[in-house]
């Protein structure tokens, strides 16, 4: 029999803990795929996505995949070979981008930044006379730092604008339409409280027409998922692939959370909760890493100050606090912790909790 956890408090960069009424979704009887019930699931999910997207995008729906599965059906469903693409690197996500943009044989025109920054729009905007996409991450998770999306859109003429929001749908300010998105994926495990799996997409009617007719994925051919997704348009429910069922249920439960708390408030109450826990960090004398004006209040990235060891502090919360912390991507992977505000983790009682075991743990490592 499998070892059953305690409890942990998981402050990391995600997945950090669900919402109680997902849970209590996540074990309700597992029900076929073709089930009225289910179909009517997928159409309710779909318009909850809707709205956590800011779209009215008729294609909006929880890719059946990861994150990164979503970040790759976002591109080979858009990118021929020889497709100049043009991506904001300002962190481990935007370089995973190229990496994926470059398998689909894209000509990738790399816009980089220093990590920690946000995307500059001029330069990335300035960076090719006519992409065909331009690419960029709201919430880069590696660096905590939020990028403004609706600059590149207000900005990018006839290309198409692909944001990754994994890190900002259900906790931020995510206004799609508004912003002029065309092409955008997200995840479940951060904000909106549910476990990994799942790839919250959306795809606005001008980007449809102009994707990839062909791709060279069948799993993730977007022109294929007609009879999957499509029960809201008015279309009968035809078999795909086997849809994950149970966690299309826990995202309906997380969707429903969401929305009955109200858009706005939940994104004041992760705003909030990040603007404490920076300001919880900074009295306690520690520097923040993401630049000012642009960090994040769902990941928020602080330096391990001198003479501590990262490891050990990460080691002590998690052995006697349960609580885990994220320790810094690539470079600053010793250097820098990213501690997690998101989903039911954005209130205050964690923010004292995660800053008074913090403290505890560097003087104790020291
Ligand atoms: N994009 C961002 C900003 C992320 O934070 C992550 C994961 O943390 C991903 C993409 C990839 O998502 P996944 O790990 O679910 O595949």
Not at 200 to 227: C, K, M, N
Not at 235 to 257: K, Q
Not at 306 to 335: K, N
């Amino acid at each position: 029999m499998s070892e059953i956890l305690p409890f942990r408090y998981l402050f990391g960069p995600g997945p950090g803990n669900a919402y109680p009424e997902v849970m209590a979704a996540l074990s309700h009887p597992v029900i076929g795929h073709l089930d009225p019930v289910f179909i009517a699931r997928l159409d309710r999910v779909s318009a909850g996505l809707r709205e956590v997207w800011g779209t009215a995008n008729a294609r909006t729906w929880p890719v059946s995949a990861t994150g990164s599965g979503g970040m790759e059906a976002a591109f080979v469903n858009f990118v021929e070979p020889g497709d100049p693409v043009v991506v904001a690197v300002n962190g481990l996500f935007g370089e995973r981008m190229c990496e994926v943009a470059r398998r689909c044989g894209a000509e990738v025109v790399r816009v980089e930044h220093e990590w920690g920054q946000p995307v500059d729009a001029e330069r990335v905007l300035a960076a090719h006379p006519s992409p065909k996409i331009i690419a960029a991450v709201h919430a880069e998770t590696s660096t905590g730092v939020r990028s403004d999306i609706a600059a590149l859109g207000a900005g990018k003429g006839d290309a198409l604008l692909l944001a990754d929001a994994v890190t900002s749908i259900g906790g931020l300010e995510l206004l799609a339409d508004e912003w002029g998105v065309d092409i955008g994926y997200a995840g479940t495990q951060k904000c909106l409280g549910v476990p990994p799996g799942l790839s919250p997409f959306t795809v606005s009617e001008r980007a449809f027409e102009r994707r990839v007719r062909e791709p060279r994925s069948w799993y993730f051919d977007i022109g294929l998922l007609g009879g999957y997704v499509g029960a809201a348009q008015g279309r009968t429910r035809t078999y795909h692939h086997t849809a994950p069922v149970t966690m299309i249920a826990g995202l309906e439960a997380a969707l429903d959370r969401i929305l009955a708390e109200g858009l706005p408030t939940v994104w004041a109450r992760h705003e909030a909760a990040g603007a404490a826990l920076r300001e919880g960090l900074e009295d306690m004398g520690l520097e923040l890493f993401a630049a000012e004006g642009s960090r994040l209040p769902s990941l928020t990235t602080v330096r391990v100050p001198d003479g501590v060891s990262s490891a050990r502090v990460r080691r002590i919360l998690l052995e006697q606090y349960s609580i885990e912390v994220g320790s810094g991507v690539g470079e600053f992977a010793d250097t820098v912790w990213r501690i997690g505000l998101m989903g039911p983790n954005a209130n205050p009682a964690s923010v004292t909790l995660a800053l008074g075991a913090l403290g505890e743990a560097i003087g104790a490592a020291r």
